[in-house]
């Protein structure tokens, strides 16, 4: 008999996770990138020149940069924020960290006690929307339009809070290409929104993971760059624009509140390697690289929208995202997204449903989010016809594909 650890869990262990049995054959989930456009042979190279330069530091924990991360990849950054979010900040405001999922535990465990209340958009990154229920954290979402989360919904969840005596902890936006929506709020709407932080006593923490990936390649400052009162926590990541596997993300934040997170983070730094390749690779590459992904992406996203236009017609609707790696999908009412999820899984094509990546289940029911940086071309047509068979062989719809009327 295997020893039986059942009994020495403490209680609120998580339930055990599945084992991993394989990527679907078609897989439009998870925030993974164009595996064509990750630049390998820049990467190679600032593997050999950084080990063959200072190597040997790798000996020391924290290599000879401390306890915030290696410090040519924090100097990097202070310069890339400032040039591109016109964020201004030295290397000593900004902590590396293992992913923004990393910055979002820290932030979390620095601020959020259960019962606590925080303000996010409605539709949202499903990593942000289970971690606040893990921590039993009251979530109030805040719709969005074409141009991100609403001020004026927000002010009267802001106004209705006080009333009843509650300070959120936090408003937590991702305000530049929003998960799942694609939005981008612009900055006549972050100045409101920092008014209105201000003016309840209320941090916003701003996750800008997917701010190198707007299509025009411009982007509004950042909040913390508009912010008066050093009342804004920043993270972003090298997720997207370089590599998810690689694990770097970075918070910068005010040190009022980085001197909490610091003393939360014992895992004695992020991975020294990834960082010394990546500053390595990014202070000469990153400005050239990233428009090539850019438009990688950006076709991979027309072919896409081509294949719902093909398969679904006007059973799938949508606004075009302003940049990033998804897509946020309108169904047909009748379309429960989570037993689509499953039945599309049994076909081999993996979906995000809505419910997973709303605060509110009724809108997002008929909604599904589909990544379309990972799969290729051919994946993508091939996998959206799939998708578009099992969806009518179970909601009856679409009656059109390829334009060809189906019977059901
Ligand atoms: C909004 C948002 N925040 C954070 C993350 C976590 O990314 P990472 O830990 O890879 O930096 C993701 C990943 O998809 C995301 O969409």
């Given at each position: 008999?295997?020893?039986?650890?059942?009994?020495?869990?403490?209680?609120?262990?998580?339930?055990?996770?599945?084992?991993?049995?394989?990527?679907?054959?078609?897989?439009?989930?998870?925030?993974?990138?164009?595996?064509?456009?990750?630049?390998?042979?820049?990467?190679?190279?600032?593997?050999?020149?950084?080990?063959?330069?200072?190597?040997?530091?790798?000996?020391?924990?924290?290599?000879?940069?401390?306890?915030?991360?290696?410090?040519?990849?924090?100097?990097?950054?202070?310069?890339?924020?400032?040039?591109?979010?016109?964020?201004?900040?030295?290397?000593?405001?900004?902590?590396?960290?293992?992913?923004?999922?990393?910055?979002?535990?820290?932030?979390?465990?620095?601020?959020?006690?259960?019962?606590?209340?925080?303000?996010?958009?409605?539709?949202?990154?499903?990593?942000?929307?289970?971690?606040?229920?893990?921590?039993?954290?009251?979530?109030?979402?805040?719709?969005?339009?074409?141009?991100?989360?609403?001020?004026?919904?927000?002010?009267?969840?802001?106004?209705?809070?006080?009333?009843?005596?509650?300070?959120?902890?936090?408003?937590?936006?991702?305000?530049?290409?929003?998960?799942?929506?694609?939005?981008?709020?612009?900055?006549?709407?972050?100045?409101?929104?920092?008014?209105?932080?201000?003016?309840?006593?209320?941090?916003?923490?701003?996750?800008?993971?997917?701010?190198?990936?707007?299509?025009?390649?411009?982007?509004?400052?950042?909040?913390?760059?508009?912010?008066?009162?050093?009342?804004?926590?920043?993270?972003?990541?090298?997720?997207?624009?370089?590599?998810?596997?690689?694990?770097?993300?970075?918070?910068?934040?005010?040190?009022?509140?980085?001197?909490?997170?610091?003393?939360?983070?014992?895992?004695?730094?992020?991975?020294?390697?990834?960082?010394?390749?990546?500053?390595?690779?990014?202070?000469?590459?990153?400005?050239?690289?990233?428009?090539?992904?850019?438009?990688?992406?950006?076709?991979?996203l027309t072919t896409l929208t081509d294949a719902l236009a093909e398969q679904f017609g006007t059973a799938a609707e949508f606004d075009e995202p302003k940049g990033g790696i998804f897509l946020?999908?309108?169904?047909?009412?009748?379309?429960?997204?989570?037993?689509?999820?499953?039945?599309?899984?049994?076909?081999?094509?993996?979906?995000?449903?809505?419910?997973?990546?709303?605060?509110?289940?009724?809108?997002?029911?008929?909604?599904?989010?589909?990544?379309?940086?990972?799969?290729?071309?051919?994946?993508?047509?091939?996998?959206?016809?799939?998708?578009?068979?099992?969806?009518?062989?179970?909601?009856?719809?679409?009656?059109?594909?390829?334009?060809?009327?189906?019977?059901?």
């Amino acid at each position: 008999m295997p020893f039986d650890f059942g009994p020495l869990f403490p209680p609120g262990t998580p339930a055990p996770a599945m084992r991993w049995t394989g990527s679907p054959k078609y897989n439009f989930t998870g925030g993974n990138n164009d595996a064509d456009a990750l630049p390998l042979d820049g990467l190679k190279q600032a593997a050999q020149a950084v080990l063959d330069r200072e190597g040997r530091t790798l000996a020391t924990y924290g290599l000879n940069s401390g306890p915030q991360g290696y410090r040519p990849l924090r100097e990097f950054l202070s310069i890339k924020l400032k040039r591109d979010a016109g964020l201004s900040c030295s290397a000593d405001d900004i902590l590396i960290v293992s992913g923004s999922l990393q910055a979002l535990d820290l932030v979390n465990a620095a601020l959020l006690t259960r019962g606590d209340t925080v303000i996010v958009e409605q539709d949202n990154y499903q990593g942000t929307l289970t971690r606040l229920a893990k921590l039993g954290i009251k979530v109030i979402g805040i719709p969005l339009d074409k141009g991100g989360m609403r001020m004026d919904v927000l002010e009267a969840a802001l106004a209705e809070l006080k009333a009843h005596n509650i300070r959120a902890k936090y408003i937590y936006t991702i305000p530049t290409v929003q998960n799942p929506t694609g939005t981008i709020l612009d900055e006549g709407r972050r100045a409101t929104m920092l008014k209105l932080a201000e003016h309840y006593g209320v941090p916003i923490f701003e996750d800008d993971c997917y701010a190198d990936l707007v299509w025009s390649g411009a982007r509004p400052p950042a909040l913390y760059a508009m912010s008066k009162s050093a009342n804004v926590i920043h993270i972003g990541s090298f997720s997207k624009s370089i590599a998810p596997a690689l694990r770097v993300g970075f918070i910068v934040a005010p040190w009022a509140i980085m001197s909490r997170i610091l003393a939360l983070k014992t895992d004695a730094g992020s991975g020294a390697l990834e960082q010394m390749v990546l500053a390595e690779y990014c202070k000469p590459h990153f400005t050239e690289h990233v428009p090539v992904l850019r438009r990688a992406l950006r076709k991979k996203l027309t072919t896409l929208t081509d294949a719902l236009a093909e398969q679904f017609g006007t059973a799938a609707e949508f606004d075009e995202p302003k940049g990033g790696i998804f897509l946020w999908v309108k169904l047909p009412d009748k379309v429960d997204s989570l037993k689509l999820y499953q039945a599309a899984l049994a076909a081999g094509v993996a979906i995000n449903p809505g419910p997973e990546w709303s605060t509110d289940k009724a809108h997002s029911i008929s909604r599904i989010r589909l990544c379309f940086a990972s799969p290729s071309h051919d994946e993508i047509r091939a996998g959206i016809a799939v998708l578009a068979e099992v969806c009518r062989k179970e909601f009856g719809v679409p009656t059109r594909s390829a334009n060809i009327e189906r019977r059901v």
